[in-house]
Each structure stands twice: as C-alpha cells, then as structure tokens.
C-alpha cells in the first residue's frame, strides 16, 4: 500500500520564478492538504482539495495556488518565488474531508536563491 | 485562531530513561489532540493522538495525558531508545471546525545510547 508520494524531492529556484510541486495521496485517500515548514518549525497549512476544489485556505498570498486532479493527486504552483519561500513543502492525505488524521509525505526541499 | 506552544525545544535523555514533552494550547474549543514524530529528511508520522473526552491514552512505550482545564497535554515516552531520537510536534485541531491542525514548534528528542 503506497504512502503519500512527493515529487520532486528537491528542488533549486531563482527569485521570480514559478515552481510546480506534485503530490499523489495515500491509496484511498481523497483530500489533500499542503503544509510549508520552514527550518526549526511546525508545519504552517496553506490550503486543502477536496473534490478538485480548493476548501480551506491558511494565511498565505495567492502566489500560492492548487489544483486537485480527478485522480485526488494535487499540485502546488508558487509564482513570482520569494528568498522566504525556501522551506519543506509537505502534502498530506486523509480518508475523507473532516477526518482529523493526517498521513504525510516526505516533502520537497525547495531552495530559492 | 488557535496558538499551540511547545515548552522545550530540545530535550537530551540518556537510553532507558524516560522523556516528557509538553504543550499548551489556548482554544477551549479544540478537542483532538496528536502528536507526530518527524525523523531526518521524512515528513511528520502521527504516533499517538488524544480526545478531549478521555484523559490519558497508552500505546506501548508512548503515552499522552491531558489537562483541560490547565490548556495543556503531554507526551511520554518510556524506555527511551536511540531510534526515539526525532523531533515530535503537537497540535491541537477544533473537530466540528475547520478540522485543520495547528501545529506547535517542536521538541527535538535526543536520546544518547
């Protein structure tokens, strides 16, 4: 049984560019939450895909934005990338929308130069 | 919204000895408690997770007991061994809300063979 999936594993972007993360959620699974944790903190919540729409939304601008696929797999797009966008980017499934336990992949370590 | 604080950023155990991480939080509404133990270069693993209706839980080695009247739960692990070592994060989620954790900083768990 597959675990959350996260491609790529790491990642090098200039300040100004765009940048497109994948997730594909545990099997069964069919939302999907994403998570930005900075060095030496808790995972912050950017927002949550349910349904191939974006449901809950955390303090972040819009340069952030999603998608959900029919497949319940997700991407998360940041344009115009900031030096303080570096950070762990962690995709998290759950069963249903409104189930508590959340199963995390492995993250993508994007650094912004 | 919810704040979730962690009072030790880092705690250094000896093999065998028992370790203890707490954490506050300050909404009376939250009602699911877990905690997640993130090792080098993996995403966060939900360990043990607590209710507001039960006031501790027992899982082998781990175990996590809550006050709600002092805001405050806490994690035990007995036994400590080498592979314990990681940081654990706690958070505190509104079920009946948003369902989306708040996470707190972390405690670094150190355990020397």
């Known amino acids: 049984d597959a675990g959350v999936t996260q491609s790529p594993t790491h990642l090098i972007k200039t300040r100004g560019q765009q940048v497109t993360l994948r997730c594909s959620p545990k099997s069964g699974h069919d939302t999907v939450s994403w998570y930005q944790q900075a060095l030496g903190q808790g995972p912050q919540f950017i927002f949550q895909?349910?349904?191939?729409?974006?449901?809950q939304r955390g303090n972040f601008p819009d340069r952030f934005s999603g998608h959900q696929f029919p497949n319940y797999s997700s991407e998360l797009n940041v344009n115009a990338l900031l030096l303080g966008d570096s950070a762990l980017y962690l995709c998290?499934?759950?069963?249903?929308?409104?189930?508590?336990?959340?199963?995390f992949g492995s993250g993508t370590q994007l650094s912004v130069l | 919204g919810e704040s979730v604080g962690l009072h030790l950023p880092t705690l250094s155990v000896q093999e065998g000895d028992s370790a203890v991480i707490k954490c506050t939080y300050s909404d009376s509404a939250s009602n699911y408690f877990p905690w997640y133990k993130q090792e080098l270069g993996k995403g966060p693993q939900l360990i043990i997770d607590?209710?507001?209706?039960?006031g501790e839980k027992k899982d082998q080695r781990i175990a996590v007991t809550l006050n709600k009247t002092a805001k405050h739960f806490s994690l035990h692990i007995t036994e400590t061994q080498p592979e314990d070592s990681a940081v654990y994060f706690c958070a505190a989620v509104t079920s009946g809300g948003s369902y989306i954790p708040t996470f707190g900083r972390g405690t670094s768990l150190i355990v020397h063979p």
């Open positions: 998290a499934s759950s069963l249903r929308q409104g189930s508590e336990k959340l199963f």
């Open positions: 607590i209710r507001s209706n039960v």
């Open positions: 895909y349910y349904e191939e729409e974006e449901r």
